[in-house]
């Protein structure tokens, strides 16, 4: 299988429609600890529905418009990534991410939204990437303070999950930003 290596056996990786049962058990697991954060999370209960969940990424992918990865420790599934959206032609991202309770604290998420944003701005040419996280999570602002992005403003309520409407943060970080370094603490 294809990877990205993330350091101490951690790897990021495609997570693929036939990989849906894997990906339906990880959520079971960690279900309360993802459904404050993640629509998806309410919507995967089986194998059935993860696969539908891969295949609409699967057919974003195939329209350059997405994309979803695992991230693996030592093999095992502990969370993803994503292009929740991707437009080329518009020049601009969106990050997403979730990460297993018992995976925290070892810089998982940053490491591979380094990776992502590195290949969106250095191979793809996108403009801008975005970080798009509720003000409750904290560990999510955190590597978007990591990742040195901006932090733009509060959509407030504007996200309708779990029978309530939501606020999100918008954080983003330009290109330019990336390639000058001052974000990364000059890592190439």
């Not at 940053?110 to 975005?130: F, H, K, P, Q, Y």
Request: glycine share 12%; proline share 5%; hydrophobic share 45%.
């Amino acid at each position: 299988m294809l990877s990205t290596p993330l350091g101490d056996g951690a790897e990021l990786c495609p997570l693929e429609p036939w990989q849906a049962a894997e990906l339906a058990a990880f959520t079971e697991r960690v279900r309360d600890h993802l459904t404050p954060w993640l629509p998806w999370a309410h919507s995967v209960t089986d194998t059935a529905s993860a696969r539908a969940f891969l295949q609409r990424y699967a057919d974003k992918q195939a329209a350059d418009q997405g994309r979803v990865y695992g991230i693996r420790l030592d093999g095992e599934l502990v969370g993803g990534m994503m292009f929740r959206l991707f437009d080329a032609e518009g020049g601009s991202c969106e990050l997403g991410a979730w990460l297993a309770p018992g995976a925290r604290g070892r810089g998982l998420v940053t490491t591979a939204a380094r990776r992502m944003i590195d290949w969106a701005v250095g191979v793809r040419g996108l403009s801008r990437v975005e970080w798009m996280v509720s003000p409750e999570n904290a560990p999510s602002i955190a590597v978007a303070e990591r990742l040195g992005m901006t932090h733009e403003g509060t959509l407030r309520g504007v996200f309708p999950m779990g029978g309530r409407r939501h606020d999100l943060q918008v954080w983003s970080l330009l290109a330019e930003e990336w390639r000058a370094g001052a974000v990364r603490g000059g890592s190439a």
